[in-house]
């Protein structure tokens, strides 16, 4: 769990993200502007725009690929730039992203989710192929385990990041344009997936999108907040008893 | 044993989109060489020199300016291969010296070359097999390795550096202006047949060390230049790749 003393907290949920005052340029054009905002355990939010407004660069600064020209980015009550708990954040990426000519099969990309600073210098343990398998199967891939990402179908390769992201049960999702350039029906099926773990899980989501539809169907039609080009849609979840953390993966698992 | 790093090495830089990396190098490593010849230091050295700072520049440049770092490359090799024409007609020793660095030449290795590429051959072994799967994920997905927190830079610095250990070493061997072959080539062969990451290593080690050995046994048989021969046989190796992951498929 973690440890540091000073986590600001409601109840049972504590900050998960803070942006205070979050500004960024590029080349001298204004793209966020003092961007606050709060995410809180449990929340989904949506941050929906769209092309250009910034969602991207907003996220990158939030899983640490970019810093904010001004303002703080804090996560876990951490300042960004000394987080060092990545293990907690999982990170699906725009799909345009890879080389789908690269040689790896779909357990070598899940397992790649363990692979981090603290497993540097060690060898993948039993426990840990485990949990590539626990991963494969509660995203009901485990049949493909075996093939090049490359030959699967764009939903497939999908399910295959989230696996990854998954693998540490990270308590914040963070999933950038999951929707793009798939099918409708597959988006579906994703989009349920999703809600199905927010809705039954202890974990937080930050969704990037620029369509809307299915986004505001469960998320509602009013953005929770509004800055320049971005809107924040939150929707909040109690639907647990209590508010411990659940192994996600094997729930998932069991529940079939 | 260059025949199972530079593939190796090969393997990452062609994964990466950095294919041309590897003539770049050798270009400006020659201009390296060429210095050493005129200062009388240890010519592999200077060579060295020359191409770690040049992998500095690219990789800075890679990261600046996405989309002209192709210019960028070819500037830096046109100016490498000219800086070094300069330098080896001021020297004395030109013409049988400059041939064997340009297309190599196994026969004319002394103790210190050995020395230098076996100890290469370790380092740069040692630092995949360590972390082969920081490697993975770094040419995978850069950027979910920096969100898993791996230091990134530190691993495009080493990967840079590695490239120009594996490169001067590799020029005395097949020659400055084959060294890039040998970088790609067995990785294109490898693309072509792997289904997955662990045997893409295994292929690429396999054909690049298979094609040096056969094409140095050919070579020394027929009395025929190395460097060619050795990338000759890799060429054909790569067709008859191509072919069978073809018939595979269909």
Request: net charge positive; hydrophobic share 50%; charged share 15%.
């Amino acid at each position: 769990m973690i440890g540091t003393a000073s986590l600001p907290e409601t109840g049972c949920h504590q900050e998960i993200v803070r942006l205070d005052g979050v500004s960024f340029s590029y080349d001298a054009q204004p793209i966020l502007q003092d961007v606050s905002f709060r995410i809180m355990e449990r929340d989904f939010v949506g941050l929906i725009g769209s092309n250009g407004a910034g969602k991207t660069t907003l996220l990158r600064m939030i899983v640490g690929l970019t810093r904010p020209q001004h303002g703080n980015v804090t996560l876990f009550g951490t300042p960004a730039e000394k987080f060092k708990e990545w293990n907690l954040i999982g990170y699906v990426p725009q799909r345009s992203h890879f080389n789908p000519l690269f040689p790896a099969t779909v357990r070598e990309v899940v397992l790649s989710g363990l692979y981090g600073r603290k497993k540097m210098f060690r060898r993948m343990s039993k426990s840990d192929i485990g949990r590539c398998e626990d991963a494969l199967g509660a995203m009901k891939i485990a049949d493909l385990g075996n093939k090049r990402i490359g030959a699967l179908s764009g939903g497939q390769q999908q399910r295959v990041f989230l696996a990854r992201a998954l693998i540490n049960n990270p308590k914040l999702l963070i999933l950038d344009e999951p929707l793009t350039g798939i099918d409708l029906e597959t988006q579906t099926n994703f989009f349920q997936m999703v809600k199905h773990m927010h809705q039954r899980h202890n974990i937080t989501f930050l969704m990037v999108s620029h369509d809307m539809d299915m986004v505001r169907s469960y998320l509602g039609e009013e953005p929770k907040e509004r800055v320049g080009k971005l809107s924040f849609y939150v929707r909040h979840s109690h639907d647990l008893e209590d508010c411990r953390g659940t192994d996600l993966l094997h729930s998932l698992r069991k529940e079939g | 044993m260059i025949a199972i790093t530079a593939p190796l090495i090969g393997l990452f830089l062609v994964l990466r989109r950095l294919a041309m990396i590897g003539d770049t190098l050798a270009h400006v490593s020659i201009a390296g060489v060429a210095l050493g010849f005129l200062i009388n230091v240890y010519p592999v050295a200077v060579g060295l020199a020359f191409a770690i700072v040049a992998s500095f520049a690219i990789e800075a440049l890679r990261r600046t300016y996405r989309s002209y770092a192709e210019l960028s490359i070819a500037i830096i090799m046109s100016g490498g291969i000219a800086l070094a024409s300069l330098l080896f007609t001021m020297g004395k020793s030109f013409n049988l010296s400059v041939t064997s660095y340009l297309f190599g030449s196994i026969y004319t290795l002394d103790y210190t070359d050995i020395y230098v590429i076996a100890g290469v051959t370790v380092v740069v072994l040692a630092m995949v097999l360590v972390h082969k799967k920081e490697l993975f994920l770094l040419t995978f997905d850069e950027d979910a390795a920096a969100v898993s927190g791996l230091p990134v830079k530190y691993f495009n610095i080493m990967l840079s550096i590695l490239t120009a250990l594996v490169i001067s070493a590799a020029i005395k061997i097949v020659g400055a202006l084959l060294v890039s072959a040998l970088l790609t080539i067995p990785a294109a062969c490898s693309l072509a047949l792997s289904r997955s990451f662990k045997q893409a290593v295994v292929y690429v080690v396999v054909i690049g060390e298979a094609a040096v050995l056969a094409g140095l046994w050919i070579a020394g048989i027929g009395n025929l230049a190395p460097g060619g021969t050795i990338v000759l046989l890799l060429i054909g190796v790569l067709a008859v790749s191509v072919a069978t992951s073809r018939l595979i498929r269909s």
